[in-house]
Each structure stands twice: as C-alpha cells, then as structure tokens.
Nanobody, 125 residues
Framework: QVQLVESGGGLLQAGGSLRLSCAAS????????MGWFRQTPGKEREFVAG????????DYSDSVKGRFTISRDNAKNTGYLQTSRLKPEDAALYYC??????????????????WGQGTQVTVSS
C-alpha cells in the first residue's frame, strides 16, 4: 500500500503562492497516478488536479487552471501542487491521493485508493 502525508498549507493573503507537498511511502509509488482534491465544510471533495503515474500528463479543474501546477518526483516519492494567485475561494483542506486503477489522471475521487490527512490552506482578502 501507499501512505501519503501532505504538508505546506498555511495562512496567506489573496494573490500569494504556496507549494503543497505530498510525501509518499511505499516502493510502488511510481506506478500510481496522483491527484489533488480540496474540501470545505459541508461540501463534497472537489477535484483540483491530477497527474499520470510517470508524469507529463496533467489535468486541472477550470477553477484552478492557469494558476496551479501539479508535478511529481518519483525519485523522491513526492508529489507537489504549486499554487499561485490564490483567491479566498481557494481556501480549503487539500488532500493528495494516489491510485493504480488508471495510469492517467482521473477526476473521480473513487478511482483513488489512498489518501493523505489533508493540509489546510487559508486565504484572506
């Protein structure tokens, strides 16, 4: 199995940038597609970004496209979500996820098998 731990969240002003990290343990991380989701109280988890198992193929939600960048470094067993031009509506608990059901990114949360505990991003205006 894969264990995931997010980090890098924090409190910042609108327009700022933040890099979220997802540290993975497990020898087979490189064979898993990875995704980032976010959730606010009372709402369903929202797809943010996804990347294929080897990197290079990415997908973004319309709300973050052009502002966020997903990447991974399989040699370091780490995934990243680089955010920029953050907006108050970006505030949420951000989760990373991994799954080997598909090699390419998927927006369906049920296609991911492993989840981190989340890291909080708070954006003030």
């Amino acid at each position: 199995q894969v264990q995931l731990v997010e980090s890098g969240g924090g409190l910042l002003q609108a327009g700022g940038s933040l890099r979220l990290s997802c540290a993975a343990s497990g020898r087979t991380f490189s064979s898993y597609a990875m995704g980032w989701f976010r959730q606010t109280p009372g709402k369903e988890r929202e797809f943010v970004a996804g990347i294929n198992w080897i990197g290079g193929i990415t997908d973004y939600s319309d709300s973050v496209k052009g502002r966020f960048t997903i990447s991974r470094d399989n040699a370091k067993n780490t995934g990243y979500l680089q955010t920029s031009r953050l907006k108050p509506e970006d505030a949420a608990l951000y989760y990373c996820a991994a799954g080997n059901r598909y090699g390419n990114p998927t927006r369906n949360s049920q296609n991911y098998d492993y989840w981190g505990q989340g890291t909080q991003v708070t954006v003030s205006s």
